[in-house]
Structures are given as structure tokens and as C-alpha cells.
């Protein structure tokens, strides 16, 4: 691997993990890319670095520019293991450099390494760097997506290095958007951005609106964004804020997500004439088994509809356990503007599909009650009852739809 170019000075200098499938239980089947940056100055600054695996490739690729042993700065945007596991290697080589963080990232900062022997300046929004001819701008990002995040603004060659905000995990041989589409489609890259944000930025949607207006106020000159994870964007930066402020805003397709498990088959037959019904009404379903789909994935599909239902049998009174894990990762990300319902088989006295409802209570969702319950194997009278919740709870979601 070797540097690649973002402008005259500015290098990429990270790692691509082609092989990795599941970040923190987060599925990846396109891998991801650790991005880290260099920029060539009278003073030589590094920004961020790399999880600890692929500390010998970002290396052996600033070495490719410069000597390691040269740089002076060091700006550390995000603490996290996979962007500063391999500060120490950078730091024994350049002792004289000086660590550039957050108030919060230094205290997070201390409970990896030793910060005695390294030199520390702790920054704030609107506090700069002058290397020589080039000027990096602070600015504090607390809780996009960790409380010590910040972003920094290199401003004579408008780059905006954004740590994880506008990034996606995608390992691929292009660095740039441009490169990527040309490669694969805007289709493929605008699902990653989705597929990132749904599983990792959509509690953030208040705070993102008002960092992006942040940026938009302080009238920043933004020709190319450059995350922590996956392609730079250089082709058009304001289309990812157009997303992401889409996203923030609870932008969804008219469509239903059905996402479920089964264990007998009797919840899974109800699926049939639910979809029909939703189909009848005009609206596209899409149905996810959540035992045959990984957990990301279901994330995603559920934000990208309007409207949701969520299927579970009953198992010793309570939720199935597949159905119950997906809810607890779903209500940790807090989300918003959709409308949801349940549905399920029993064989005694019941008990999931009040258990759902009682979760879309904490999470704070809009709910269509009280659901659906089928005793054992659905009949085909049953079938005709699933047929209109399906048609029904659809109208509700296009009438839901309006209000965005």
C-alpha cells in the first residue's frame, strides 16, 4: 500500500481491513477502511491514526512521504480503539510531536496510555493550528458520536477531516466517491451512508442538524470531507450533509418493514396475507427473518421505512428471544418518525406482542394498537383477519406519512 493524494500535501495514509465482517456486532460485508491523514507542512501533522492491527501499514505509508521520526502534531478527532490503538508506535517514533485533543479526549485518552511522557494541548471550537503556510480550525463535536469527538478544518485547501461522522464501512481500491461509483453506483454508496447512520449515528439526528447548521454558519469553504471509515468525498461533499440532514430529519420511504422471527412456522404463515394486505393499500413491504438477516441489516431496513411490524411468537410468556434482542439494540438507538404495530402466534396465554407493545413504549415510537394475535396456526378465517391488520395498518401508514 502507499499514500494516496487528497490534494498537494494532503495524504491518505491508513489501512483497508478487507476482511473484517462483524464491527462490534455490526455487520460489514464490504469491510472498512481505517483513514488517517497526513499533511506536508513546515510543521508535518498527522490526523488520527489506526486500530492497533494496522499500525505497521500506516507506517510503512507515511514513510512513503516523510519520516515518521518528522512529525510535529498529532490531532486526535476520536478516541476510539479503532482510530487511536496505534498512537504509542506513532509517538515512539516522533517523541517531539504534540498531541492536539479535546478536553474529554484527554481524559478518555489517560485510561489507554500514559500521557506523562507525551506533550498534550487541549483544544476548543474555534482554536487553530498554524504548521507554516496551512491553518487547521477546531471544532468540538461532543457526542457525534462520542462525548470527546471533534472535527477539524484544514483551511487553505478546504478539507473537512470529520473522524466517524459521513463515513461508511466500505473496503474498496478507489479512496474517493468518484472512484467508488465508477467502480459499483451511487446506489451501493448511498446505501452504506444509510446502513452507517441507522446503525451507528441515529441517536444523534438533533445534534447532527445543529453541528451541520454550525458548520453552514461559521461559512466554511468545503471541498472535500474526509471520515475516519470508508471513501472520501470529493466529487460532491454536500451531497453526504444532504443525506445526513435528511436522516436527522426523519426523511423515510411510504413503505413497511416486516421484521420478525418464528419458531413453528405459525408466526412466519401469518406473513403471507399481512404483505398482501399492505400490498392492497399501495404500499411496498419489505419482510426481514431476523434469524436469516443480520441484526445491521434489520436496522437499517426499519429506518429506511415509514412504517414497521414486528412479529413474534410467544415463547414461556414473553418475547422470542431473537425478536427481544433486536428490540434491545433498536430501542439503543433511540429512533424516531415511524410508525409501528406487532403481531404474532400463541399457544397458551400470550405475552409477546404485549411485551413489543410495552417496548415501543420506551422507546417512545408512534404505535397502531393493540396488534394481532393468533392462536397456534393461523386458519384461513385467520388469514383474511391478517389480510386487513396488513391493509389497515398500511392506510394509518400513509396517512402517518404525511405529517413529513
Known amino acids: 500500500m502507499k499514500a494516496v493524494a487528497l490534494k498537494k500535501d494532503v495524504y491518505w495514509v491508513g489501512a483497508l481491513d478487507w476482511a473484517i465482517r462483524d464491527f462490534h456486532g455490526y455487520e460489514t460485508p464490504r469491510g472498512t477502511s481505517y483513514n488517517n491523514y497526513l499533511v506536508v507542512d513546515d510543521e508535518i501533522t498527522l490526523i488520527d491514526t489506526v486500530k492497533y492491527d494496522f499500525a505497521d501499514i500506516t507506517l510503512q505509508n507515511i ?45 478518555g485518552l489517560e485510561r489507554f496510555f500514559d500521557l506523562d511522557k507525551w506533550k498534550m494541548k487541549v483544544v476548543k471550537s474555534g482554536d487553530t493550528l498554524t504548521t507554516g503556510r496551512k491553518t487547521f480550525r477546531f471544532l468540538e463535536t461532543p457526542m457525534l458520536h462520542w462525548p470527546d469527538s471533534m472535527v477539524t478544518y484544514l483551511e487553505e485547501d478546504k478539507i473537512l477531516f470529520t473522524q466517524d461522522a459521513f463515513g461508511q464501512h466500505i473496503a474498496s481500491s478507489g479512496r474517493f466517491d468518484d472512484e467508488f461509483v465508477a467502480e459499483y453506483s451511487d446506489a451501493e454508496l448511498d446505501d452504506a451512508v444509510t446502513d452507517y447512520y441507522a446503525n451507528i449515528l441515529m441517536p444523534f439526528g ?9 458548520i453552514e454558519k461559521l461559512g466554511l469553504d468545503i471541498e472535500i470531507v474526509a471520515p475516519d471509515h470508508g471513501i472520501i468525498w470529493r466529487k460532491d461533499p454536500g451531497k453526504v450533509f444532504r443525506m445526513y440532514l435528511d436522516m436527522a430529519n426523519g426523511k423515510a420511504n411510504l413503505s413497511v418493514a416486516i421484521i420478525y422471527d418464528t419458531m413453528w412456522q405459525s408466526t412466519e404463515k401469518m406473513i403471507v396475507p399481512i404483505t398482501e394486505g399492505i400490498r392492497d393499500a399501495g404500499v ?25 411490524l414486528i412479529g413474534s411468537p410467544t415463547l414461556n410468556n414473553i418475547t422470542y428471544p431473537s425478536v427481544a434482542e433486536y428490540l434491545t439494540h433498536l430501542r439503543g438507538l433511540r429512533p424516531k418518525n415511524r410508525l409501528v404495530g406487532a403481531f404474532g402466534s400463541y399457544g397458551w396465554g400470550g405475552g409477546a406482542v404485549k411485551e413489543i407493545y410495552d417496548d415501543f413504549k420506551r422507546m417512545g415510537l408512534d404505535a397502531v394498537e393493540p396488534g394481532l394475535q393468533i392462536l ?19 392506510q394509518k401508514v400513509i396517512e402517518y406519512h404525511q405529517k413529513f
Open 63 to 107: 514513510s512513503g512521504v516523510v519520516d515518521p521520526a518528522r512529525i510535529r502534531n498529532v490531532i486526535v478527532n476520536h478516541i476510539e480503539n479503532d482510530h487511536v490503538t496505534s498512537l504509542d508506535r506513532i509517538m515512539a517514533l516522533a517523541p517531539d510531536a504534540t498531541i492536539y485533543i479535546t478536553e474529554k479526549g484527554k481524559r
Open 206 to 214: 438533533t445534534m447532527i442538524k445543529a453541528k451541520i447548521a454550525e
Open 284 to 308: 411496498r413491504v419489505k419482510v426481514i427473518k431476523l434469524r436469516a438477516t443480520p441484526t445491521s441489516v434489520a436496522i437499517k431496513e426499519f429506518w429506511k421505512a415509514r412504517g414497521a
Open 376 to 394: 397456534y396456526r393461523p386458519s384461513l378465517q385467520d388469514e383474511e383477519v391478517c389480510f386487513q391488520f396488513g391493509k389497515e395498518f398500511a
